[in-house]
Nanobody, 122 residues
Framework: QVQLLESGGGLVQAGGSLRLSCTAS????????????MGWYRQAPGKKQRELVA????????NYADSVKGRFTISRDNAKNTVYLQIDSLNPEDTAVYYC???????????WGQGTQVTVSS
């Protein structure tokens, strides 16, 4: 069982920045970096679905939602078993709970963190 621990959320004014971190248990990224896709999702208030924000493969190919391109940057430090989401130029529409997801490339198993709240005030 893989556990993911997110941190870095908080209350920030519009235009500000945050860096979210997600640390995985079991040394999954340091031992088998190519075996895991990592992603950040968010669930806005009143929304039932989580939406993909950004994802990064073991080869460090990245993909972003159109709404965050140019403002969000996903990266990973496999030696630290940690994935980051740098969020710049925040706006109130970015207010959400942000979740980290680890997807095993071979088995297809997915693991989720507990989420970290990001609130942007106007």
């Amino acid at each position: 069982q893989v556990q993911l621990l997110e941190s870095g959320g908080g209350l920030v004014q519009a235009g500000g920045s945050l860096r979210l971190s997600c640390t995985a248990s079991g040394n999954i990224l340091s031992v088998n970096p190519m075996g895991w896709y990592m992603g950040w999702y968010r669930q806005a208030p009143g929304k039932k679905q989580r939406e993909l924000v950004a994802e990064i493969t073991g080869g460090e190919n990245t993909n972003y939602a159109d709404s965050v391109k140019g403002r969000f940057t996903i990266s990973r430090d496999n030696a630290k078993n940690t994935v980051y989401l740098q969020i710049d130029s925040l706006n109130p529409e970015d207010t959400a709970v942000y979740y980290c997801k680890a997807s095993a490339r071979i088995s297809g198993l997915n693991y989720w963190g507990q989420g970290t709240q990001v609130t942007v005030s106007s």
